[in-house]
Structure formats: structure tokens, C-alpha cells
């Protein structure tokens, strides 16, 4: 069975983020570095979650200008991370720029390019707060919308909720990457996440990569926690 767990990084510490790392490498796909911890630990901590051997999925959530994006994927991509994000509504040049400047910048240093992932709608916003900034009609279309563009642009990857993991495997090509947060088993407390499936149950409606945060780095026991996880994707695998 394929791991398909990243586990968020949202620690305050180097320290702690370290000490996350050297525990849970061994039992997970890769890592979620977020903007607070890459403004504190920086491209350092990027490089020691590689030594790991565990993979990166840098969640910077690039929104500018094509060459400012661009640069960023660039720079992202030498420092070997194998997913990073940018924000959809910054357009489809802004979009093929970035997955232009990725596959490019990859190639140059023989090695595959990170998956380009876009966002589409924040899961934090609703359709009143929607309308505010301009954008008529409800989330759900907005969400389609900015998928099928970020397809057009030919990014090979999304974010999206558990929610939306039904409608876009119905939209997007079979090999588009869906990375998935808002999961929680029957026993982990929601915490702020209000729509939430299991880590089974989002394999099942087409995630290919769970991110996972405070039922993982927030457990008693969470070399423990990220492997009762993989245990329940398996059996539900095998018995599918
Ligand atoms: O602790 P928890 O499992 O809720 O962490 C989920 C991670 O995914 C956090 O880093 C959160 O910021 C991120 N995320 C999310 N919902 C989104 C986008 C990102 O929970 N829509």
C-alpha cells in the first residue's frame, strides 16, 4: 500500500518541528511546512526533513505576479520539495508560469518536478464573504471554476476539502493529484475542522495524499497515532 500521510508542521519550534520529523519519518509520506514555520525555520528545516528521507509539501500558498511566482516555484523546486501551492485565482498565466517554471527548473537538475497544487476557494471563506470581494454565485461553482482553469493551465494537482473530493474527481483527468486535510478518525477531536472524513473514507472518495495535523503531532504517542492510521487505510484497502 502506498503511504499516503503528510503530516502538518504547525509547531511554534525548530525544536519541536525537529523533534516531529526524526519520530515520524519513518512512518510517513512526507511533511507539510506552512508559512509560520518557514518564516521561523526557513529553508534550513526544508533540507533536514529531506535528509530524513521524508518528502515536503511546502505550503506557501503563492498569489502574485507570473514572474514573482514563478521565481518562487523555481526556488522551491531547488530546494527539492515534492508538492507546494499557489493560489488559482491568480490567474491561468500566473498558473503556467508556475507549472512552466517547476517542470524547467526540475529538468535542469534531472530530477522530477514537485507537484504544482492549486487552491481554489479557502475553506475559511463563505459564499456572503465571497460575494464581498466580487465573486458571485456559491462556493461550490467558484471551487469548479478555478479547478477546471488550474487544469487548463495544466497544473497536476489540487488542495481541496473532503467535501469537494466527489465533485472534482468527476471533473479533473484520473491522474490529477487531490491532497486532502480536514480528516479525523471516530475518536480524534474536530478541533476547528468542520467537515471532516476519516483517512479511510478520503482514500475512498479520491484523495491521493491526506494531510493530517493535530490527531498526529498532537497524540500522546504520535509514531503510535500516524500507524493506527495507516492500519485503518489498509484494512479498508483489503477489504474493499
Ligand atoms: O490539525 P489538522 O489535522 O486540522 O491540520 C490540517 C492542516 O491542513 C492544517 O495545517 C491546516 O492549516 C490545513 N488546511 C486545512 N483546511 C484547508 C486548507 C488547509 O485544514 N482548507
Redesign the pocket.
Known sequence: MRNPIYV?L?VPTVEKASELVAVLAPVVAGF?V?KELFVSAGPQLVRQIRESGASVFL?LKFHDIPNTVAKSVAAATRLDVQMLTIHTCGGLEMMRAAEAAAQETAGSLHRAAPVVLGVTV??SMSTPELNQVGVTGDIGHQVERLAMLGNQAGLRGF?C?PLELAMLRQILPEATQLVT???RGPGDAA?D?KRTLSAPEAIEAGATWL?????IYAAADPKAAAERILAAIASATTTA
Open positions: 502538518a504547525d507539510k506552512g505550503d479557502l475553506t488542495v476539502s486535510p480536514g480528516i478541533g475542522q494531510v493530517i495535523g493535530r490527531p
